[in-house]
T-cell receptor
Framework: NAGVTQTPKFRILKIGQSMTLQCTQDMNHNYMYWYRQDPGMGLKLIYY???????DKGEVPNGYNVSRSTTEDFPLRLELAAPSQTSVYFCASSRGLKQETQYFGPGTRLLVL | TQLLEQSPQFLSIQEGENLTVYCNSS?????LQWYRQEPGEGPVLLVT?????EVKKLKRLTFQFGDARKDSSLHITAAQPGDTGLYLC??????????FGTGTSLTVIP
């Protein structure tokens, strides 16, 4: 039982490049989330999904896209990377709603130059 | 704007000292969680509180949810170096979103 896994661990992008951050969970959780963490700013929700085929915007969705074709996978797509997207990205999953534990992956550190 | 403000932002104390971390908001939350995050890792849940005035204890850690469900505190007794980390509060409002606080970075010096 690996929990939540994320790839890659670290990536450097040039401005305007695109990439996909991968997230997979093996706990059969319906809910999955993408957060970004900037120094001194805590975590901010980018997108979330309540099940396969259902996604919704969080606090800071601009510049990102997501899809959820299976219960296990929830990739995050950056189409045109900008320096403002330099951050650490965390994927999380939970069994249910707000009182449930969110299980986080180890994070992807992204640097946009 | 940050929905949940934590204080202090940084805290450095000697082993054996007590400390309190605060999480404040002007919004009312249906539930509030505390997480601890170590460098290079994702946050790990410590506790969830759901009732105004609720107090939960986890060994040397005591968590309290404010009566009005707008604030929370985390008190650590006799801090140890293993308590070092970033402490995050997170509140649930309507819908499926959680809002995280700004975090308190704790360093316990042996």
């Amino acid at each position: 039982n690996a929990g939540v896994t994320q790839t890659p661990k670290f990536r450097i992008l040039k401005i305007g490049q695109s990439m996909t951050l991968q997230c997979t969970q093996d706990m059969n959780h319906n809910y999955m989330y993408w957060y970004r963490q900037d120094p001194g700013m805590g975590l901010k929700l980018i997108y979330y999904s309540v099940g396969a085929g259902i996604t919704d915007k969080g606090e800071v969705p601009n510049g990102y896209n997501v899809s959820r074709s299976t219960t296990e996978d929830f990739p995050l797509r950056l189409e045109l990377a900008a320096p403002s997207q330099t951050s650490v990205y965390f994927c999380a999953s939970s069994r249910g709603l707000k009182q449930e534990t969110q299980y986080f992956g180890p994070g992807t550190r992204l640097l946009v130059l | 704007t940050q929905l949940l403000e934590q204080s202090p932002q940084f805290l450095s104390i000697q082993e054996g000292e007590n400390l309190t971390v605060y999480c404040n908001s002007s919004s009312v939350f249906s539930s509030l969680q505390w997480y601890r995050q170590e460098p290079g890792e994702g946050p790990v849940l410590l506790v969830t509180v759901v009732t105004g005035g609720e107090v939960k204890k986890l060994k040397r850690l005591t968590f309290q949810f404010g009566d009005a469900r707008k604030d929370s505190s985390l008190h650590i007794t006799a801090a140890q170096p293993g308590d070092t980390g970033l402490y995050l509060c997170a509140g649930g409002l309507t819908g499926n979103q959680f809002y995280f606080g700004t975090g308190t970075s704790l360093t316990v010096i042996p």
